[in-house]
């Protein structure tokens, strides 16, 4: 698991999220050859958080999909929704433990995560 984090006040900037996006799908790039066959990122702004996931069972898909941006107009390729786990809320709090526990339980190379 690895974790990405930005300014809470740069979360609602367009283009600091298409930053954010694309240096999360840079980072699955780097740490593919040692990544287990399931790979969580966590991009955070602040408190705000997204989970993304790499899993090479299904054809080396991240999510969230991407959206592809255009050289003729201006697309917001990291819509601000994504970014919808509020760790200063028990529910947010609560899902990102959950998260934590699920890259606990993967299994990388056969051999369970120690947890």
């Known amino acids: ?6 300014p809470l006040s740069a979360v609602d900037q367009l283009s600091a999220r298409a930053d954010a ?7 699955f790039a780097e ?5 287990p066959s399931c790979f ?3 991009s955070a702004f602040g408190h705000i958080v997204c989970k993304y996931e790499l899993d090479k069972g299904l054809d080396n ?24 786990l509020d760790l200063t809320t028990a529910p947010g709090a609560a899902r990102v ?3 934590f526990q699920e890259v606990k339980n ?8 120690i947890t």
């Not at 698991?1 to 930005?6: A, L, Q, R, S, T």
């Not at 996006?21 to 980072?27: A, E, G, K, S």
């Not at 740490?31 to 990544?35: A, G, L, N, R, T």
């Open 1 to 6: 698991m690895f974790v990405e984090i930005k």
């Open 21 to 27: 996006d694309l240096q999360m799908r840079r980072r």
């Open 31 to 35: 740490f593919y050859d040692s990544s």
């Open 40 to 42: 969580t990122g966590i």
């Open 61 to 84: 898909r991240i999510l969230p999909a991407p959206i592809r941006g255009s050289d003729e107009r201006v697309v917001d390729v990291a819509p601000r929704m994504r970014w919808d």
């Open 97 to 99: 433990l959950d998260i």
């Open 106 to 113: 993967v299994t990388l190379n056969g051999v369970t995560a």
